[in-house]
T-cell receptor
Framework: DAGVTQSPTHLIKTRGQHVTLRCSPISGHKSVSWYQQVLGQGPQFIFQYYEKEERGRGNFPDRFSARQFPNYSSELNVNALLLGDSALYLC?????????????FGPGTRLTVL | AQRVTQPEKLLSVFKGAPVELKCNYSYSGSPELFWYVQYSRQRLQLLLRHISRESIKGFTADLNKGETSFHLKKPFAQEEDSAMYYCALSGQAAGNKLTFGGGTRVLVKP
């Protein structure tokens, strides 16, 4: 298993555009979480999905949305991009939503908004 | 509200010297505490968690509920320990969102 995979690796957009980021979890993992990591800061929780249902949402505007597909892969969508959305977006998968369970992170998608 | 604080942005030590990374947290309840590490050009990965009570790569961390701390320690730092370290917290209940600290960069000099 290649671990959690994310695409694309890098992305450059301009203000006002829309972006879709994709994540494939480790085989057998049903939970996917998204984090935003701004340069110089720790990752910040955006969403968690489990069995295609949203199980948690961080303090992000409605411009951010996500969904999980029947094969447990996930997409993160960001509308009306702002300069401040430039960040590394991390996806993590886990077996369940228990707080005791390890989350496995993907390599991230580097988004630059010009 | 969950909060994790790592007061040091950068720790620079010589090889063979002890290293301690500080982590303080606030959480109303019994938290799960983790240390994640990111080596250069690699993805974020779990180093250790308090429930395991184990030593990984020579690192240990003790949960001190009285001081709400979860400091990471290693008695003899190695050059391969140079990396970015993040302390993280989650609740025991369902919903394992992680709250991360700002991170500490460790540089081990030869």
């Amino acid at each position: 298993d290649a671990g959690v995979t994310q695409s694309p690796t890098h992305l450059i957009k301009t203000r006002g555009q829309h972006v879709t980021l994709r994540c494939s979890p480790i085989s057998g993992h049903k939970s996917v979480s998204w984090y935003q990591q701004v340069l110089g800061q720790g990752p910040q929780f955006i969403f968690q999905y489990y069995e295609k249902e949203e199980r948690g949402r961080g303090n992000f505007p409605d411009r951010f949305s996500a969904r999980q597909f029947p094969n447990y892969s996930s997409e993160l969508n960001v509308n009306a991009l702002l300069l401040g959305d430039s960040a590394l977006y991390l996806c993590a998968s886990s077996l369940s939503t228990s707080g005791k369970v390890e989350q496995f992170f993907g390599p991230g998608t580097r988004l630059t908004v010009l | 509200a969950q909060r994790v604080t790592q007061p040091e942005k950068l720790l620079s030590v010589f090889k063979g010297a002890p290293v301690e990374l500080k982590c303080n947290y606030s959480y109303s309840g019994s938290p799960e505490l983790f240390w994640y590490v990111q080596y250069s050009r690699q993805r974020l990965q779990l180093l250790l968690r308090h429930i395991s009570r184990e030593s990984i790569k020579g690192f240990t961390a003790d949960l001190n509920k009285g001081e709400t701390s979860f400091h990471l320690k290693k008695p003899f730092a190695q050059e391969e320990d140079s990396a970015m370290y993040y302390c993280a917290l989650s609740g025991q209940a369902a919903g394992n969102k992680l709250t991360f600290g700002g991170g500490t960069r460790v540089l081990v000099k030869p």
